[in-house]
Protein backbone atom coordinates (compact mmCIF):
# COMPACT_ATOMS: atom_id res chain seq x y z
CA UNK A 1 0.00 0.00 0.00
CA UNK A 2 0.75 3.44 -0.58
CA UNK A 3 1.84 6.42 1.99
CA UNK A 4 -0.71 6.89 4.07
CA UNK A 5 -2.43 10.30 2.74
CA UNK A 6 -2.71 12.68 5.60
CA UNK A 7 -5.30 15.93 6.98
CA UNK A 8 -4.81 18.84 5.42
CA UNK A 9 -7.27 20.81 7.63
CA UNK A 10 -6.90 22.33 11.11
CA UNK A 11 -10.51 21.07 12.27
CA UNK A 12 -11.04 22.68 16.25
CA UNK A 13 -11.63 19.52 17.40
CA UNK A 14 -8.95 17.64 16.01
CA UNK A 15 -8.68 14.61 18.55
CA UNK A 16 -5.11 14.28 17.77
CA UNK A 17 -4.49 18.11 18.70
CA UNK A 18 -5.78 17.46 21.67
CA UNK A 19 -3.07 14.78 22.48
CA UNK A 20 -0.50 15.49 24.95
CA UNK A 21 3.54 14.95 23.85
CA UNK A 22 5.35 11.45 24.71
CA UNK A 23 2.62 8.81 23.20
CA UNK A 24 3.60 6.21 20.81
CA UNK A 25 4.30 8.15 17.24
CA UNK A 26 1.44 6.53 15.35
CA UNK A 27 -1.08 8.11 17.47
CA UNK A 28 -0.46 11.27 16.10
CA UNK A 29 -0.78 10.74 12.04
CA UNK A 30 -3.73 12.32 11.11
CA UNK A 31 -4.95 9.53 8.13
CA UNK A 32 -7.25 11.03 5.74
CA UNK A 33 -6.58 8.47 2.98
CA UNK A 34 -9.87 7.01 0.78
CA UNK A 35 -8.53 3.91 0.81
CA UNK A 36 -8.74 3.64 4.49
CA UNK A 37 -12.02 4.99 4.62
CA UNK A 38 -13.16 2.19 1.99
CA UNK A 39 -11.34 -0.99 3.39
CA UNK A 40 -11.19 0.01 7.44
CA UNK A 41 -14.35 2.42 7.88
CA UNK A 42 -12.03 5.16 8.72
CA UNK A 43 -13.86 8.39 8.40
CA UNK A 44 -12.31 11.15 6.08
CA UNK A 45 -12.55 14.74 4.82
CA UNK A 46 -11.99 14.26 0.87
CA UNK A 47 -10.33 17.43 0.87
CA UNK A 48 -7.02 16.09 -0.48
CA UNK A 49 -8.20 14.31 -3.21
CA UNK A 50 -7.26 14.71 -7.00
CA UNK A 51 -9.67 14.70 -9.95
CA UNK A 52 -7.75 11.55 -10.64
CA UNK A 53 -8.57 10.39 -7.55
CA UNK A 54 -12.34 10.66 -7.84
CA UNK A 55 -12.28 9.32 -11.11
CA UNK A 56 -10.85 6.34 -9.85
CA UNK A 57 -13.25 6.48 -6.60
CA UNK A 58 -16.00 6.10 -9.04
CA UNK A 59 -14.71 4.33 -12.21
CA UNK A 60 -13.61 1.23 -9.25
CA UNK A 61 -16.93 1.94 -7.01
CA UNK A 62 -14.86 2.10 -4.11
CA UNK A 63 -17.40 2.34 -1.57
CA UNK A 64 -19.35 2.94 0.60
CA UNK A 65 -16.49 5.15 2.09
CA UNK A 66 -17.10 7.15 5.86
CA UNK A 67 -16.94 10.73 5.19
CA UNK A 68 -16.77 13.34 7.82
CA UNK A 69 -19.31 16.31 6.45
CA UNK A 70 -20.34 17.96 10.29
CA UNK A 71 -22.12 21.10 7.95
CA UNK A 72 -22.75 21.88 4.80
CA UNK A 73 -22.63 25.60 5.35
CA UNK A 74 -19.77 27.00 4.20
CA UNK A 75 -19.69 29.58 7.24
CA UNK A 76 -19.56 26.69 9.80
CA UNK A 77 -17.62 24.22 7.36
CA UNK A 78 -14.91 27.18 7.74
CA UNK A 79 -14.95 27.47 11.41
CA UNK A 80 -15.05 23.88 12.09
CA UNK A 81 -12.48 22.56 9.63
CA UNK A 82 -10.09 25.79 10.14
CA UNK A 83 -8.91 25.96 6.34
CA UNK A 84 -10.79 26.57 3.11
CA UNK A 85 -9.57 23.17 1.77
CA UNK A 86 -13.20 22.30 3.26
CA UNK A 87 -14.30 23.65 -0.41
CA UNK A 88 -12.89 20.60 -2.06
CA UNK A 89 -14.05 18.73 0.34
CA UNK A 90 -17.09 19.84 -0.76
CA UNK A 91 -16.90 19.86 -3.85
CA UNK A 92 -15.83 16.21 -4.10
CA UNK A 93 -18.35 14.75 -1.91
CA UNK A 94 -20.99 16.60 -4.29
CA UNK A 95 -19.17 14.72 -7.03
CA UNK A 96 -19.81 11.09 -5.26
CA UNK A 97 -23.08 12.31 -4.50
CA UNK A 98 -24.05 12.65 -8.09
CA UNK A 99 -21.99 9.13 -9.46
CA UNK A 100 -23.98 7.42 -6.89
CA UNK A 101 -21.16 6.20 -4.61
CA UNK A 102 -22.85 4.77 -1.63
CA UNK A 103 -21.55 7.16 1.52
CA UNK A 104 -22.04 6.90 5.49
CA UNK A 105 -21.90 10.44 7.22
CA UNK A 106 -20.38 11.91 10.41
CA UNK A 107 -21.59 15.09 11.88
CA UNK A 108 -19.06 16.14 15.20
CA UNK A 109 -22.20 18.23 17.16
CA UNK A 110 -20.24 21.22 18.37
CA UNK A 111 -22.51 23.12 20.87
CA UNK A 112 -23.45 26.65 19.27
CA UNK A 113 -21.35 25.98 16.24
CA UNK A 114 -23.51 23.16 14.46
CA UNK A 115 -26.40 22.07 16.51
CA UNK A 116 -29.69 22.81 16.70
CA UNK A 117 -30.95 24.72 13.98
CA UNK A 118 -27.80 24.59 11.85
CA UNK A 119 -27.60 20.95 12.68
CA UNK A 120 -31.49 20.40 10.82
CA UNK A 121 -30.39 22.56 8.17
CA UNK A 122 -27.62 20.00 7.77
CA UNK A 123 -30.08 16.64 7.40
CA UNK A 124 -32.48 18.19 5.22
CA UNK A 125 -30.02 19.10 2.75
CA UNK A 126 -28.30 15.64 3.32
CA UNK A 127 -31.68 14.06 2.88
CA UNK A 128 -32.96 15.46 -0.24
CA UNK A 129 -30.18 16.42 -1.62
CA UNK A 130 -27.59 12.86 -1.93
CA UNK A 131 -29.85 9.30 -2.12
CA UNK A 132 -26.79 8.07 -2.23
CA UNK A 133 -25.82 8.73 1.45
CA UNK A 134 -27.01 5.67 3.45
CA UNK A 135 -27.01 7.04 6.96
CA UNK A 136 -26.14 9.83 8.53
CA UNK A 137 -24.33 9.71 12.46
CA UNK A 138 -24.35 12.78 15.28
CA UNK A 139 -21.72 11.91 17.54
CA UNK A 140 -20.58 14.62 20.13
CA UNK A 141 -17.43 16.55 20.60
CA UNK A 142 -14.88 14.65 22.69
CA UNK A 143 -12.73 17.36 24.51
CA UNK A 144 -9.32 16.06 26.28
CA UNK A 145 -8.06 18.43 29.09
CA UNK A 146 -5.26 19.55 26.53
CA UNK A 147 -8.01 21.31 24.54
CA UNK A 148 -7.24 24.73 24.78
CA UNK A 149 -9.62 25.95 22.41
CA UNK A 150 -12.05 28.22 24.66
CA UNK A 151 -15.46 28.25 21.88
CA UNK A 152 -15.32 24.38 21.90
CA UNK A 153 -17.31 23.04 24.84
CA UNK A 154 -18.84 19.80 25.88
CA UNK A 155 -22.57 18.18 25.22
CA UNK A 156 -24.56 18.40 28.44
CA UNK A 157 -27.43 17.45 29.45
CA UNK A 158 -29.85 19.80 27.82
CA UNK A 159 -28.25 20.01 24.88
CA UNK A 160 -28.13 16.19 24.41
CA UNK A 161 -31.96 16.11 25.65
CA UNK A 162 -32.86 18.79 22.92
CA UNK A 163 -30.83 16.83 20.03
CA UNK A 164 -32.71 13.45 20.16
CA UNK A 165 -35.66 15.23 20.10
CA UNK A 166 -34.93 17.14 17.34
CA UNK A 167 -33.22 13.57 15.45
CA UNK A 168 -36.52 12.26 16.57
CA UNK A 169 -38.95 14.24 15.21
CA UNK A 170 -36.85 14.79 12.11
CA UNK A 171 -36.76 11.15 11.42
CA UNK A 172 -40.59 10.85 11.92
CA UNK A 173 -40.98 14.20 9.60
CA UNK A 174 -38.62 12.65 7.11
CA UNK A 175 -39.72 8.81 6.92
CA UNK A 176 -36.11 8.41 7.30
CA UNK A 177 -35.46 6.51 10.69
CA UNK A 178 -32.61 3.80 8.69
CA UNK A 179 -30.79 6.92 7.76
CA UNK A 180 -30.17 9.69 10.97
CA UNK A 181 -28.63 7.90 13.99
CA UNK A 182 -27.37 9.55 17.05
CA UNK A 183 -24.30 7.88 19.16
CA UNK A 184 -24.74 6.43 22.28
CA UNK A 185 -23.15 8.77 24.25
CA UNK A 186 -26.35 11.34 23.62
CA UNK A 187 -28.57 9.03 25.36
CA UNK A 188 -25.91 8.49 28.08
CA UNK A 189 -25.18 12.48 28.60
CA UNK A 190 -29.34 12.57 28.81
CA UNK A 191 -29.49 9.46 31.12
CA UNK A 192 -31.73 8.07 28.64
CA UNK A 193 -32.05 3.97 27.70
CA UNK A 194 -31.14 3.29 24.60
CA UNK A 195 -33.24 2.87 21.41
CA UNK A 196 -34.23 -0.41 19.88
CA UNK A 197 -32.00 -2.97 18.83
CA UNK A 198 -34.15 -3.14 15.08
CA UNK A 199 -33.91 0.84 15.26
CA UNK A 200 -30.44 0.51 14.30
CA UNK A 201 -31.24 -1.49 11.33
CA UNK A 202 -27.49 -2.90 10.03
CA UNK A 203 -25.54 -1.30 12.55
CA UNK A 204 -23.57 0.26 10.04
CA UNK A 205 -21.89 3.05 11.63
CA UNK A 206 -21.04 0.76 14.69
CA UNK A 207 -17.67 1.31 14.98
CA UNK A 208 -18.79 5.23 15.55
CA UNK A 209 -20.20 4.73 18.67
CA UNK A 210 -24.26 3.93 17.08
CA UNK A 211 -25.79 1.38 18.44
CA UNK A 212 -22.50 -0.16 20.03
CA UNK A 213 -24.43 -0.19 23.72
CA UNK A 214 -27.92 -2.03 22.54
CA UNK A 215 -25.71 -4.32 19.97
CA UNK A 216 -24.22 -5.24 23.23
CA UNK A 217 -27.35 -5.54 25.61
CA UNK A 218 -29.06 -7.39 22.81
CA UNK A 219 -26.64 -10.19 22.77
CA UNK A 220 -25.81 -10.77 26.48
CA UNK A 221 -29.68 -10.93 26.60
CA UNK A 222 -29.46 -13.41 23.94
CA UNK A 223 -27.03 -15.19 24.87
CA UNK A 224 -26.15 -15.76 28.61
CA UNK A 225 -29.52 -17.06 30.39
CA UNK A 226 -30.28 -16.71 34.21
CA UNK A 227 -27.42 -15.49 36.95
CA UNK A 228 -23.74 -14.94 36.05
CA UNK A 229 -20.77 -13.27 37.25
CA UNK A 230 -20.92 -13.63 40.94
CA UNK A 231 -17.75 -12.50 42.21
CA UNK A 232 -16.66 -11.07 38.92
CA UNK A 233 -15.16 -7.75 38.72
CA UNK A 234 -15.52 -5.60 35.48
CA UNK A 235 -13.18 -2.24 34.65
CA UNK A 236 -15.01 -0.57 32.80
CA UNK A 237 -14.97 3.00 32.36
CA UNK A 238 -17.79 5.83 33.22
CA UNK A 239 -19.85 5.18 30.16
CA UNK A 240 -19.50 1.46 30.18
CA UNK A 241 -20.55 1.54 33.86
CA UNK A 242 -23.96 3.24 32.50
CA UNK A 243 -24.40 0.49 30.10
CA UNK A 244 -23.99 -2.19 32.13
CA UNK A 245 -26.54 -0.33 34.79
CA UNK A 246 -28.83 -0.37 31.82
CA UNK A 247 -28.40 -4.23 31.17
CA UNK A 248 -29.49 -4.61 35.28
CA UNK A 249 -32.85 -2.62 34.25
CA UNK A 250 -33.47 -4.49 31.20
CA UNK A 251 -32.86 -8.09 32.44
CA UNK A 252 -34.73 -7.12 35.69
CA UNK A 253 -32.34 -8.08 38.27
CA UNK A 254 -28.03 -8.38 39.71
CA UNK A 255 -26.82 -10.51 37.32
CA UNK A 256 -24.10 -10.59 39.93
CA UNK A 257 -20.84 -8.54 38.76
CA UNK A 258 -19.72 -5.79 40.34
CA UNK A 259 -17.78 -2.75 38.50
CA UNK A 260 -14.96 -1.13 38.74
CA UNK A 261 -15.46 2.52 37.10
CA UNK A 262 -12.38 3.97 36.32
CA UNK A 263 -12.41 7.79 35.51
CA UNK A 264 -9.79 9.34 32.89
CA UNK A 265 -7.92 11.45 34.49
CA UNK A 266 -4.87 10.95 31.91
CA UNK A 267 -7.13 12.26 29.36
CA UNK A 268 -9.81 14.43 31.61
CA UNK A 269 -13.34 13.54 33.18
CA UNK A 270 -14.73 14.52 30.32
CA UNK A 271 -13.67 11.46 28.36
CA UNK A 272 -15.34 8.74 29.31
CA UNK A 273 -15.66 5.86 26.35
CA UNK A 274 -13.80 2.37 27.68
CA UNK A 275 -11.28 2.60 24.56
CA UNK A 276 -9.92 5.81 25.79
CA UNK A 277 -8.88 4.90 29.32
CA UNK A 278 -5.25 4.73 29.81
CA UNK A 279 -3.01 2.26 31.70
CA UNK A 280 -1.93 4.42 34.21
CA UNK A 281 -5.60 5.26 35.21
CA UNK A 282 -6.59 1.41 35.35
CA UNK A 283 -3.53 0.24 37.57
CA UNK A 284 -4.10 3.26 39.94
CA UNK A 285 -7.31 1.48 40.91
CA UNK A 286 -6.66 -1.77 40.34
CA UNK A 287 -3.95 -1.17 43.45
CA UNK A 288 -6.89 0.03 45.62
CA UNK A 289 -8.83 -3.09 45.93
CA UNK A 290 -8.93 -5.98 47.70
CA UNK A 291 -8.52 -9.07 45.06
CA UNK A 292 -9.53 -11.62 48.05
CA UNK A 293 -13.00 -10.28 47.23
CA UNK A 294 -13.52 -11.41 43.76
CA UNK A 295 -13.19 -14.50 41.88
CA UNK A 296 -12.19 -13.02 38.38
CA UNK A 297 -11.47 -9.57 37.58
CA UNK A 298 -12.41 -9.03 33.61
CA UNK A 299 -10.13 -5.50 31.74
CA UNK A 300 -11.74 -5.17 27.98
CA UNK A 301 -9.50 -5.79 24.86
CA UNK A 302 -10.29 -2.36 23.45
CA UNK A 303 -7.99 -0.48 25.62
CA UNK A 304 -5.03 -2.19 23.58
CA UNK A 305 -3.81 -1.93 20.20
CA UNK A 306 -2.70 -4.54 18.05
CA UNK A 307 0.57 -4.48 19.58
CA UNK A 308 -0.42 -4.67 23.09
CA UNK A 309 0.15 -1.21 23.95
CA UNK A 310 -2.62 1.36 25.76
CA UNK A 311 -2.59 4.74 24.40
CA UNK A 312 0.00 6.02 27.05
CA UNK A 313 2.23 2.91 26.48
CA UNK A 314 1.25 0.34 28.77
CA UNK A 315 1.51 -3.40 27.76
CA UNK A 316 -0.87 -5.68 28.85
CA UNK A 317 1.77 -7.50 31.07
CA UNK A 318 2.23 -4.10 33.02
CA UNK A 319 -1.48 -4.79 33.87
CA UNK A 320 -1.43 -8.62 34.51
CA UNK A 321 1.49 -8.19 36.52
CA UNK A 322 -0.73 -6.99 39.50
CA UNK A 323 -2.35 -10.17 39.68
CA UNK A 324 -2.33 -12.55 37.20
CA UNK A 325 -3.91 -15.71 38.36
CA UNK A 326 -7.21 -13.11 38.27
CA UNK A 327 -7.06 -10.78 35.99
CA UNK A 328 -8.05 -11.56 32.76
CA UNK A 329 -7.51 -9.34 29.56
CA UNK A 330 -10.74 -10.55 27.18
CA UNK A 331 -11.41 -9.38 23.80
CA UNK A 332 -15.18 -9.70 23.97
CA UNK A 333 -15.30 -8.24 27.46
CA UNK A 334 -17.26 -5.58 26.29
CA UNK A 335 -20.35 -7.92 25.28
CA UNK A 336 -19.57 -10.28 28.46
CA UNK A 337 -21.56 -12.85 26.74
CA UNK A 338 -18.58 -15.60 26.25
CA UNK A 339 -16.58 -14.13 29.44
CA UNK A 340 -19.78 -15.23 31.37
CA UNK A 341 -20.09 -18.68 29.82
CA UNK A 342 -16.13 -19.39 30.00
CA UNK A 343 -16.51 -18.01 34.13
CA UNK A 344 -19.58 -17.66 35.06
Given at each position: MEKIRTCNNRCIFCFVNQLPRGLRKTLYVKDDDFLLSYMYGNFITLSNLSQADIKKIIASRLEPLYLSVHSLNHKIRKLIFGTDNHLTGLQNFKTL????????????????????NALIETLEELISGYRSVKSIGIVPVGLTRFNH??????????????????VDNFNQQHKSYHRVFLSDEFYIIARRGFPGYRSYYDFCQINNGVGKSREFIHAFKKEVKGKYGAGMLLVTSEYGSYVYKQLALELG??????LL?????????????????????ILKELKTIDFKNYSRIIISDCIFNQDGLTLDGYKKEHILGI???????EENANKLTGVLHKYG
Open positions: GKNSIDMHVQVVLCPHINDGNPRLMSVDYSLATETIGLYDSGFKTVKNNFFGTTIKATGLLSGSDNAKLISI
